[in-house]
């Protein structure tokens, strides 16, 4: 058998590989917290629920109206989205005016609001999500076996980071934001409604959530308290690759989820911390992040 | 009116109050030395405990503007520490205590001193995270006894003569603990030190340029704070002889904000209200079918949205206008 560095390298590659699948689902979260806090200045804590909330959205979809994973890929960010939507419009545009703290102190009652209720109904075990019969079984490498969905949740995150960068940095929607997100006075004077451009950011990242959620429910089993085991790991990632840039916050996902992945090969009781270790190394280097731009 | 701050302006008591507000504290003091005749002695040091907790937390987020989102590590890791230490290595009560004060002090600095080198929303992220990780040690260290925790720890004798484990003698013990924390975060907010804490919440960028170190102040802050944390988790510990993971889980960090954001964020009074607030409602929650997280999630959206200043904020509001009429 081949070895690198003493380790097999079969191993190797299967570890790396689930640090690509949580690495993606680290890179789309971050984006979707990066995208809110670049309009609204806002950290939303609730996007750890949320995410729960798309993953359990497809779990309903599927066991009370017999829908199936491929027309939940589409529902289930649709529904969290529009949730985003609701909840942007009747309380958090209350509190813009205050100090950013009390949005985190919101989002945290949301999320635990949220993941109390599913809680209530459903206890803290896991629900079983079957992979879609389209994408079951797996393609032999030759060097290793890779699971068809596994491939396929690393493509289609890699897209929606791809279609979300597009949308941000070249379409006309993306430059209104960027334009609000430096002067919104002088936006709303050009006759751009200002206010609905927060809404739909908002939703827009709440959406991202659901999407991560229902990518990730047959792969974790759908659980409420998937959304909070999940979101400080996140959170990390946010402070490492600063949320300046879009693409920071793509990059810093995947390099994390992937140094998880090596973590669990070399010395596999610290790969439950080793984000949080590369974290305050940087904030020990380069307190900015690697990708901050703020002081 | 819009808020921009975290806390609102506190009016400073004028000196002909002073006479009154001995009054009220004695009022206070006596209230609580009779409290075990009338309530469920075990209950009222609960809520002592959690009430310094929130105390010390609001040390921080009220006087000096920080919101930590990580005390859990040093209320928990202080618990862990003190059982340790009494149960393993047979300290007394006393130097037990000492132990896991000692424990939230070091842990206190290093996580302050990473977390302090960002602001705003990101410090907090920070602490949740190095609590987080903290957490994950407590999981895995062999010490802490992993999901069992540790168990029958003993109260012992407080300096080899008065028994602990009569109720009634710990419970003088706890009041004497408590006490004692209010007492020093009152010094501590009323002195020089306090006001350029304060300064630094109003306009970090001021006291700067006023020649402040405001790093090494944040960082006294968080270490003072992280100690105090530690004193009321080494002191429950003692109470219920056993620490496990409950106390060191980021839900633990929320929970003595919602005390603190209750009661009153930056009010000397607010945490204890809060804190006894809370632990009340999960006693009473505690034997019904509901859930206790939706209660607590409800309730944080309720105070954010309409019930910032919290109980004693409101309250000192009221007779501010009241006064000024």
């Known amino acids: 058998m ?15 590989l689930v640090g690509l699948i949580n690495g993606s689902f680290y890179a789309v979260l971050s984006l979707g917290l990066a995208v809110i806090f670049g309009l609204l200045r806002i950290i939303n804590f609730a996007h750890g629920a949320l995410y729960m909330l798309g993953a359990f959205v497809g779990y309903l979809l599927l066991a009370f109206a017999g829908i199936g994973y491929w027309p939940a890929l589409i529902l289930a960010p649709l529904v969290v989205g529009l949730l985003g939507a609701v909840l942007e419009r009747t309380m958090l545009s209350r509190l813009y005016k205050l100090d950013h703290l009390y949005s985190l102190l919101f989002t945290f009652g949301l999320a635990l609001f949220i993941e109390g209720t599913f809680r209530y109904f459903y206890g803290s075990s896991g629900q079983p999500y079957a992979v879609p019969p389209s994408l079951a079984g797996g393609t032999n490498l030759g060097f290793m076996f890779l699971p068809n969905y596994r491939a396929w949740v690393v493509v289609a995150s890699f897209a929606v980071c791809i279609g979300t960068w597009f949308l941000i940095e070249r379409t006309k929607l993306g430059s209104y934001l960027r334009a609000a997100t430096e002067n919104p006075t002088l936006v709303q004077a050009f006759g751009v409604n200002v206010p609905l451009l927060l809404t739909f950011t908002y939703a827009f990242g709440c959406a991202l959530a659901g999407f991560t959620g229902i990518l990730a429910a047959p792969i974790y089993q759908v659980s409420p308290v998937m959304g909070s085991n999940i979101i400080i790991i996140v959170f990390a ?22 140094a998880e992945g090596l973590t669990k090969v070399i010395y596999p009781e610290a790969s439950n911390i080793v984000v949080f270790v590369i974290m305050a190394v940087v904030l020990l280097l380069r307190p900015a992040g690697l990708f901050g731009k703020e002081a | ?11 400073e008591p004028a000196t002909g109050r002073a006479p009154l507000q001995l009054l009220a504290v004695c009022i206070g003091i006596a209230a609580l030395v009779a409290a075990p005749m009338f309530f469920y002695p075990i209950f009222v040091m609960k809520i002592l405990c959690f009430a310094l907790f929130a105390s010390a937390f609001n040390l921080l987020l009220g006087y000096t503007g920080l919101l930590s989102f990580g005390h859990a590590a040093f ?5 862990y520490v003190t059982a340790h230490a009494a149960k393993v290595w047979g300290f007394p009560p ?5 132990a896991g004060v000692s424990s939230a002090i070091v842990i206190g600095a290093v996580i302050g001193f990473l977390a302090i080198r960002r602001q705003g929303i990101y410090f907090a992220m920070i602490t949740l995270a190095l609590s987080q990780m903290f957490y994950f040690f407590c999981l895995q260290a062999p010490f802490t006894g992993g999901e069992d925790g540790i168990q029958g720890v003993p109260r012992g004798k407080l300096f080899g003569l008065i028994d602990l484990g009569q109720t009634m003698n710990m419970y003088y013990f ?16 009323n002195s020089p030190f306090g006001a350029i804490l304060k300064s630094i919440r109003e306009n970090e960028t001021r006291a700067i340029s006023l020649g402040l170190s405001v790093n090494a102040y944040k960082l006294s802050a968080f270490v003072m704070s992280a100690a105090i944390a530690g004193l009321a988790g080494s002191t429950k510990a003692l109470i219920f002889q056993f620490a496990t993971l409950t106390d060191v889980t980021w839900q633990m960090s929320g929970e003595v904000i919602l005390m603190t954001l209750m009661g009153g964020i930056g009010t000397l009074l607010g945490p204890v209200v809060g804190a006894g607030l809370v632990v009340t409602l999960q006693n009473v929650l505690a034997t019904s079918e509901f859930p206790v997280t939706v209660i607590t999630g409800a309730t944080f959206m309720l105070c954010v949205l309409a019930f910032r200043r919290g109980i004693v904020g409101e309250f000192e509001a009221a007779i501010d206008r009241w006064k000024r009429r």
């Open chain 2, 174 to 189: 706890v009041l004497g603990v408590f006490l004692l924390g209010i007492f020093a975060i009152w010094r501590i907010v």
């Open chain 1, 237 to 258: 990632v946010v402070v490492v690759g600063g949320m300046g840039s879009i693409f920071g916050a793509i990059a810093t996902g995947y390099l994390l989820g992937l």
């Open chain 2, 94 to 98: 006393e130097l037990a205590v000492v």
């Open chain 1, 2 to 16: 081949t070895m690198i560095f003493g380790i097999p390298l079969q191993a190797l590659l299967g570890q790396l």
């Open chain 2, 1 to 11: 009116m819009t808020e921009t701050s975290l806390s609102h302006p506190i009016v």
């Open chain 2, 75 to 79: 209320f928990g890791g202080a618990a």
